[in-house]
T-cell receptor
Framework: NAGVTQTPKFRVLKTGQSMTLLCAQD?????MYWYRQDPGMGLRLIHY???????AKGEVPDGYNVSRLKKQNFLLGLESAAPSQTSVYFC????????????FGQGTRLTVV | GNSVTQMEGPVTLSEEAFLTINCTYT??????LFWYVQYPGEGLQLLLK?????DKGSNKGFEATYRKETISFHLEKGSVQVSDSAVYFC????????????FGKGTKLTVNP
């Protein structure tokens, strides 16, 4: 019973490098989200998806791209990493419906030097 | 747009003390309201929720009541334990439209023995 799995858990990047964070859920959820968590800022929504093949911008989308080619996977890409993208990234998923619970992954700690 | 404001932390209490963490929100219509908890090194997990006015959510001794007249969803617990030490997030989700989950900035609680 894996739930929401994020890969990798830790990563250090040099400025300008690219990488992809993978989020996989095994609960057949329609909705998936990417958040970043920074001290004193709470969680801020980067991008989200309401179904396979669809994505939308959240509160802080600049510098990130996403794809949802399969229902169970939601990928977050950084094309050219910047130190300002140093953060802890969380993926979440949930069923469609009023009041449904969002399930979170364990997080990816990314440092850009 | 939708927003959540919760009391600034950190909050430090002695075991068995009474806890209140204030949360107010701004939203159109009738959002669903949530409290999530984050234990050290982990992702967020749902603590309790309420989907309509006057609903009371409860779990593990924590309670919160959806107050439409005061646009609030304050978290309370009558007697905290050391194991309750964590960061608590208030959140809302507008029904329909983008279905985005919006978080407050979080309140760190430390309970001392």
């Amino acid at each position: 019973n894996a739930g929401v799995t994020q890969t990798p858990k830790f990563r250090v990047l040099k400025t300008g490098q690219s990488m992809t964070l993978l989020c996989a859920q095994d609960m057949n959820h329609e909705y998936m989200y990417w958040y970043r968590q920074d001290p004193g800022m709470g969680l801020r929504l980067i991008h989200y998806s309401v179904g396979e093949g669809t994505t939308a911008k959240g509160e802080v989308p600049d510098g990130y791209n996403v794809s949802r080619l399969k229902k169970q996977n939601f990928l977050l890409g950084l094309e050219s990493a910047a130190p300002s993208q140093t953060s802890v990234y969380f993926c979440a998923s949930r069923y469609q419906g009023v009041g449904t619970e969002a399930f979170f992954g364990q997080g990816t700690r990314l440092t850009v030097v | 747009g939708n927003s959540v404001t919760q009391m600034e932390g950190p909050v430090t209490l002695s075991e068995e003390a009474f806890l209140t963490i204030n949360c107010t929100y701004t939203a159109t219509g009738y959002p669903s309201l949530f409290w999530y908890v984050q234990y050290p090194g982990e992702g967020l997990q749902l603590l309790l929720k309420a989907t309509k006015a006057d609903d009371k959510g409860s779990n593990k001794g924590f309670e919160a009541t959806y107050r439409k007249e005061t646009i609030s969803f304050h978290l309370e617990k009558g007697s905290v334990q050391v194991s309750d030490s964590a960061v608590y997030f208030c959140a809302l989700r507008q029904q329909g439209g983008s279905e985005k989950l919006v978080f407050g900035k979080g309140t760190k609680l430390t309970v001392n023995p």
